[in-house]
């Protein structure tokens, strides 16, 4: 496993690439932003080829589950009982005659159905893959997953897809780990997502004097169940005493009601959610940014990477386990303090964090950490994986009958 990139290759000629991406045309997605830039970048040297699901999929935004009707409903669950994922039926139609002519490949998860197809034909084919994976699909997860049918399906799915590829891309040490475990033969590149520039307006990198008795805190992004429950980390705070007020300011959704359930005394602030280019513009509004962790620790939260753009210190809200991807991203960059709820002396840290007279250099983002940068690194790993691609070591046996 690496998380250093290889050179590019040294021929001129132009290779053909297909690059297989369920979401590619979806720029509100972490999977959609990695695709496109990945693209413009694999493009300065390949003839790319795109298989993605349509743009005007994505014209309407889902509602939450509890706001949709009950037909949807039971038909999206019967979908995640027997379907590898919700875009299957899609896959199915575009890939099942597909006859790729390309030279090499790179397939981006999730969807998964998408990528299960595309590889087992480049795999019949001859054709070399890199698969760039996001979350991680089923073999390589530690919690006990559904007794369903798509469980069983998924698992005998993707088996082959790492047993024939010729590398793969992950976002966290944590996710290479376990893969590497599973399948040695397997080379593994380690790079989260990069960063879209922001431009900091000058009246935000001079932001008024704090009032060190208020504490005014802002997450960005939805507020779901994968996510690690704000209300202890606050409560921690609150009960350290060294704050007058406490602010929660939130800029998205609540499906879960998690702000119902913050302590008495902390004031929640509601917003919609804001374009990016606003957030950095009114960030110094705020002492702080919060960036809550995973339930599953070995995940990143995808938005921990643009919150490098903002110009005011940021505090990682973790579950407190040992072994944490978002502790380790906060740990190695600057402004960053990993905030576990009921971590020793909470109160204290993130005060002398935050009392810190941070500079606009020490909280800039590193420039190694831009798209600009992170799609030549993954883009060089992928030619060097299909440029010398060998035959993959033997991998155990497909699993037979029942799957778990």
């Given amino acids: 496993?690496?998380?250093?990139?290889?050179?590019?290759?040294?021929?001129?000629?132009?290779?053909?690439?297909?690059?297989?991406?369920?979401?590619?045309?979806?720029?509100?997605?972490?999977?959609?932003?990695?695709?496109?830039?990945?693209?413009?970048?694999?493009?300065?040297?390949?003839?790319?080829?795109?298989?993605?699901?349509?743009?005007?999929?994505?014209?309407?935004?889902?509602?939450?589950?509890?706001?949709?009707?009950?037909?949807?409903?039971?038909?999206?669950?019967?979908?995640?009982?027997?379907?590898?994922?919700?875009?299957?039926?899609?896959?199915?139609?575009?890939?099942?005659?597909?006859?790729?002519?390309?030279?090499?490949?790179l397939l981006v998860g999730y969807p998964w159905s998408p990528v299960t197809r595309a590889a087992r034909r480049l795999d019949r084919l001859g054709i070399p893959y890199v698969v760039d994976a996001g979350d991680p699909w089923v073999l390589t997860e530690a919690v006990a997953l559904p007794r369903t049918i798509a469980t069983w399906r998924s698992k005998?799915?993707?088996?082959?897809?790492?047993?024939?590829?010729?590398?793969?891309?992950?976002?966290?040490?944590?996710?290479?780990?376990?893969?590497?475990?599973?399948?040695?033969?397997?080379?593994?590149?380690?790079?989260?997502?990069?960063?879209?520039?922001?431009?900091?307006?000058?009246?935000?990198?001079?932001?008024?004097?704090?009032?060190?008795?208020?504490?005014?805190?802002?997450?960005?992004g939805t507020l779901s169940n994968i996510r690690v429950d704000v209300g202890p980390f606050l409560a921690d705070l609150q009960r350290s005493g060294r704050w007058r007020t406490i602010t929660f300011a939130q800029f998205g959704d609540d499906y879960v009601g998690m702000l119902m359930r913050v302590p008495k005394g902390i004031r929640v602030d509601r917003h919609p959610p804001r374009p990016w280019e606003e957030i950095v513009a009114r960030a110094s509004d705020f002492d702080a940014a919060v960036v809550l962790g995973n339930q599953r620790g070995y995940l990143l939260p995808s938005k921990a990477?643009?919150?490098?753009?903002?110009?005011?210190?940021?505090?990682?809200?973790?579950?407190?386990?040992?072994?944490?991807?978002?502790?380790?991203?906060?740990?190695?960059?600057?402004?960053?303090?990993?905030?576990?709820?009921?971590?020793?002396?909470l109160g204290r840290r993130v005060w002398e964090h935050l009392e810190r007279d941070w500079s606009a250099a020490e909280l800039s983002p590193p420039a190694a950490e831009s798209w600009l940068n992170v799609a030549v690194q993954v883009a060089a790993f992928v030619e060097d994986c299909v440029g010398a691609a060998e035959p993959a070591a033997q991998e155990p046996p497909m699993p037979a009958g029942r799957a778990w």
Avoid: C
């Avoid at 390949?46 to 706001?67: C, G, H, N, Y």
């Fill in 305 to 345: 990477v643009q919150y490098l753009t903002l110009p005011i210190p940021r505090l990682a809200v973790t579950g407190g386990e040992p072994d944490d991807a978002l502790a380790d991203y906060a740990e190695a960059h600057r402004g960053w303090i990993v905030a576990a709820a009921g971590a020793p002396e």
């Fill in 1 to 105: 496993m690496t998380t250093a990139s290889p050179a590019p290759p040294k021929s001129d000629s132009r290779g053909r690439l297909v690059v297989v991406s369920g979401l590619a045309h979806n720029s509100m997605t972490p999977r959609g932003q990695r695709t496109q830039h990945l693209v413009e970048e694999l493009g300065k040297r390949w003839d790319i080829e795109l298989v993605a699901l349509p743009s005007q999929t994505f014209s309407q935004r889902d509602a939450p589950v509890s706001r949709q009707p009950f037909l949807r409903r039971a038909v999206g669950s019967l979908m995640r009982s027997l379907a590898l994922d919700r875009w299957e039926p899609w896959a199915v139609r575009r890939l099942r005659r597909w006859q790729p002519e390309v030279d090499a490949a």
């Fill in 156 to 220: 005998r799915a993707e088996l082959p897809i790492w047993r024939a590829a010729a590398g793969a891309v992950v976002t966290t040490r944590q996710q290479g780990d376990r893969l590497q475990r599973k399948f040695p033969h397997l080379r593994i590149l380690v790079r989260p997502n990069g960063y879209v520039p922001t431009p900091v307006p000058a009246a935000a990198e001079k932001p008024l004097p704090r009032d060190p008795t208020s504490l005014t805190l802002a997450h960005f």
